[in-house]
């Protein structure tokens, strides 16, 4: 399965492509960062998310697109500009017709390093180690990136079963066959 993930960001916008499965090793593509000046006006930094998210879309052709649920955050100005990022990539890949999964940051670190209160140096440390990268990957954006498209690849094979049951997509399971267990 081929996912695009994105740590939504208005300034710094992780993303990153993997390939993966349950029970493989992932293995990326491309990862790093989109970047949109601090002092330019909203709009047009909301356009050229939404513009190299599409490029992405187009280039790499993801299965699906994992992005970090947005969480309630002390800084009013951070969260908001998260949200307006995570919606722009969800708007985004629903334009391209590409499912989108959302994890809250602990499901990631958790489906990552075993533990749902990891920091950051230790998504960081097993990111590189499961993806055999020669170098940590930097900024920690591109990095959270990569954690939320492993989680997808390695949890998201039944969340992907019941996103095509309910399009109707070949591989889906029979609409109902996994209402009573979700």
């Known amino acids: ?9 208005l ?30 006006e909203l709009g047009p930094r ?12 187009t280039t790499y052709d993801p299965e699906v697109l ?6 309630s955050q002390h800084n009013v100005r951070t969260v908001m500009g998260t949200g307006q990022a995570a919606g ?7 334009r391209a017709e590409v499912p989108v999964a959302m994890y809250t940051p602990s499901e990631v670190k958790a489906a990552v390093t075993g533990s749902g209160s990891a920091d950051k140096a230790q998504v960081t440390a097993m990111v590189t180690r499961l993806l055999t990268l020669p170098e940590p990957p930097r900024p920690a954006d591109a990095a ?6 492993i989680c997808h ?13 309910s399009t109707g997509r070949p591989g889906a399971l029979p609409p109902g066959a996994w209402g009573a267990g979700r």
Do not use: H, K, N, Q
């Open 1 to 9: 399965m081929r996912v695009l993930g994105i740590d939504p960001g």
């Open 11 to 40: 300034t710094r916008c992780g993303f990153a492509v993997i390939d993966g499965s349950p029970g493989r090793p992932p293995r990326a593509i491309s990862y790093g960062v989109l970047r949109t000046p601090s002092g330019a």
């Open 46 to 57: 909301l356009l050229e998310l939404s513009d190299a998210i599409t490029v992405l879309l």
């Open 66 to 71: 994992a992005v970090e649920r947005v969480f």
């Open 88 to 94: 722009v990539a969800i708007l985004a890949a629903t």
């Open 144 to 149: 959270d990136a990569l954690a939320l498209a």
């Open 153 to 165: 690849a390695w949890r998201g094979a039944a969340l992907r079963r019941r996103t095509l049951a």
